[in-house]
T-cell receptor
Framework: GDSVTQMEGPVTLSEEAFLTINCTYT??????LFWYVQYPGEGLQLLLK?????DKGSNKGFEATYRKETTSFHLEKGSVQVSDSAVYFC????????????FGAGTTVTVRA | DTAVSQTPKYLVTQMGNDKSIKCEQN?????MYWYKQDSKKFLKIMFS???????INETVPNRFSPKSPDKAHLNLHINSLELGDSAVYFC?????????????FGEGSRLTVL
């Protein structure tokens, strides 16, 4: 079945540091890949997505590239801010699994001033 | 106006009680979902409805019963609450089922069973 594995947290960084959160997936078909973000006390919201191999999703300074050869979708940001402190979830949606969205375990990121 | 709204936001109750959580979306979406988030932030889908019809029913105890009176509302009723039901329950909606579109989440309902 479909599954998503992302790096365990928590991750603590200083402001302006470089952030990478690794995400790899297993899927039966050709999935679409997502990063969702959950700010403290809020619901999840879509950060970015990619629907086919080599697509790059980007939003709010974050980027992730769909790498079919390594089944990965790593999230990166060049210079984080305190406001980026949140839980980040990698997810996939696969037609072979009725498009159910499968989430990774989430990575808690804390950015210190 | 909040796109996906859930009530109540917090719910504290005793074991054995029955409780409900309500969800409404004003986005005109056809599909709604219930997700459970445990204390380690792990998210698991419970149910999905498309235009009032149940389309996803994961392995969830029978004590959990969703109801969709119309496509803008999806409620979750839980009977005989147990300690393990303590979690944050998220309602979400998407434009259509079977798509790669975005899910819109509510702010969550934190259920604590004592």
């Amino acid at each position: 079945g479909d599954s998503v594995t992302q790096m365990e947290g928590p991750v603590t960084l200083s402001e302006e540091a470089f952030l990478t959160i690794n995400c790899t997936y297993t899927a039966t078909g050709y999935p679409s890949l997502f990063w969702y973000v959950q700010y403290p006390g809020e619901g999840l919201q879509l950060l970015l997505k990619a629907t086919k191999a080599d697509d790059k999703g980007s939003n709010k300074g974050f980027e992730a590239t769909y790498r079919k050869e390594t089944t990965s979708f790593h999230l990166e940001k060049g210079s984080v801010q305190v406001s980026d402190s949140a839980v980040y979830f990698c997810a996939l949606s696969d037609r072979a699994n009725d498009y159910k969205l499968s989430f990774g375990a989430g990575t808690t990121v804390t950015v210190r001033a | 106006d909040t796109a996906v709204s859930q009530t109540p936001k917090y719910l504290v109750t005793q074991m054995g009680n029955d409780k409900s959580i309500k969800c409404e979306q004003n986005l005109g979406h056809d599909t709604m979902y219930w997700y459970k988030q445990d204390s380690k932030k792990f998210l698991k889908i419970m149910f999905s409805y498309n235009n009032k019809e149940l389309i996803i029913n994961e392995t969830v105890p029978n004590r959990f019963s969703p109801k969709s009176p119309d496509k803008a509302h999806l409620n979750l009723h839980i009977n005989s609450l147990e300690l393990g039901d303590s979690a944050v329950y998220f309602c979400a909606s998407s434009e259509i089922a079977g798509s790669v579109g975005e899910l819109f989440f509510g702010e969550g309902s934190r259920l604590t069973v004592l």
